[in-house]
C-alpha cells in the first residue's frame, strides 16, 4: 500500500485543503504522518488499496458519506472523567454557588459542551450537579453537548464506558452510586443520561438556536483552528451567552487578543473566561 509520506504532494493538499474547509482543522506540511495514521482505518473500512484511491473516490460527486467519514478521522476524542481536575473543581466551588445566587429567580441554569467526544466531559458535570442537589432544590438544568462526528455522538448518548475509562478519573464512590455493570462495562444510571442532550454539531458551520447559555465547556479544541475561525467562534460564542456567563477554555487556550467580549477571572490557578456585562 502507497503512503502519503511517499505519496504524491498533491494527495496530500487535497486531503489538507478538504479538511480544513468541512471543519477548520489546520494540518501542517509537517503532519503527514498524522495524516496516515488517522485515514488509514478509513482505507481499510472501504477496501482501498491507496491514498491516492482515497482522493479519487473524494472527488466523485457520491461522496458526502465518505467525506464525512475522513473529517470525522481526523478529530481528536482524547478524553476522561473529570479531566484536568481543577477546572471542575472551580465549576463545583465557585461557579454552581454563584449561578444559585445570580440565578435564584429563574432556577435555570444552561450549559453546553461544545466538544463533548465520548461524553466524559458533560457527564462529568451532570454528575457535580447531581452532587449540588440543584434538582432537590427546584432548579431546572438543561445541559447540551455537541461534537462533530455522528459515531461518537451515539455512544456518548448510550452512556456505556469501558472498566479502563472509568478508571481514568472517576471517583470509586461515584461509580458506586451511578453507575451499573453490564458485562464487561459500565453503564450510567439513566437519571444521569438524562440530563444531557446530545447532538451532532460542527463548530465551523452554522450554529442551532442555544438557550442564552449561562456555563460554557469549550475546551481543548480551538487548538486545532487558525485565528480567523477562533475568532468567529468567540463572536458567537458572545451573542448566546448572557453577560456575566462563564468560559471554560483549554489550557493553552485563551480569548486574549482574539475577542473583546470577555475577561479574565481567576481561581487559584485555574482561568475561566466570563461574558463581559456592558452598560
Known amino acids: 500500500m502507497s503512503t502519503l509520506a511517499t505519496g504524491s504532494d498533491q494527495a496530500f493538499d487535497f486531503l489538507r485543503r478538504l479538511i480544513y474547509d468541512s471543519s477548520a482543522i489546520v494540518l501542517e506540511s509537517d503532519k503527514r504522518y498524522l495524516l496516515e495514521a488517522r485515514l488509514r482505518p478509513v482505507l481499510l473500512r472501504e477496501q482501498m488499496a491507496s491514498f491516492d484511491e482515497l482522493v479519487a473516490r473524494l472527488g466523485r460527486c457520491d461522496a458526502a458519506p465518505l467525506r464525512q467519514r475522513v473529517v470525522e478521522a481526523m478529530t481528536t476524542h482524547e478524553t476522561s472523567f473529570f479531566r484536568d481536575i481543577h477546572p471542575f ?43 449540588c442537589g440543584l434538582g432537590l432544590a427546584g432548579w431546572t438544568t438543561q445541559m447540551i453537548a455537541t461534537d462533530l ?53 460542527n463548530l465551523v458551520t452554522a450554529w442551532p438556536t442555544f438557550p442564552e447559555l449561562d456555563v460554557v465547556f469549550l475546551r481543548n479544541v480551538l487548538i486545532y483552528f487558525d485565528v480567523p475561525t477562533k475568532k468567529a467562534i468567540f463572536d458567537k460564542l458572545s451573542r448566546i451567552m448572557r453577560p456575566g456567563a462563564f468560559l471554560f477554555l483549554g489550557g493553552v487556550e485563551t480569548t486574549l487578543n482574539l475577542s473583546n467580549d470577555f475577561k479574565q477571572v481567576f481561581f487559584g490557578s485555574t482561568t475561566v473566561y466570563q461574558r463581559i456585562i456592558r452598560g
Open 149 to 201: 462526528s455522528a459515531d461518537i455522538i451515539a455512544r456518548a448518548r448510550s452512556g456505556v464506558f469501558s472498566q479502563l475509562e472509568v478508571n481514568r478519573g472517576l471517583p470509586a464512590p461515584m461509580l458506586v452510586k451511578y453507575f451499573e455493570k453490564v458485562g464487561l462495562e459500565w453503564r450510567l444510571k439513566e437519571e444521569i443520561r438524562r440530563m444531557v442532550e446530545f447532538r451532532q454539531l
Open 89 to 131: 473543581e472551580v465549576f463545583r466551588k465557585n461557579i454552581v454557588p454563584q449561578m444559585l445566587l445570580e440565578r435564584s429567580a429563574q432556577k435555570r441554569l444552561n450549559i453546553w459542551c461544545g466538544a463533548s467526544s465520548t461524553g466524559q466531559e458533560p457527564y462529568s458535570i451532570a454528575l457535580i450537579i447531581k452532587e
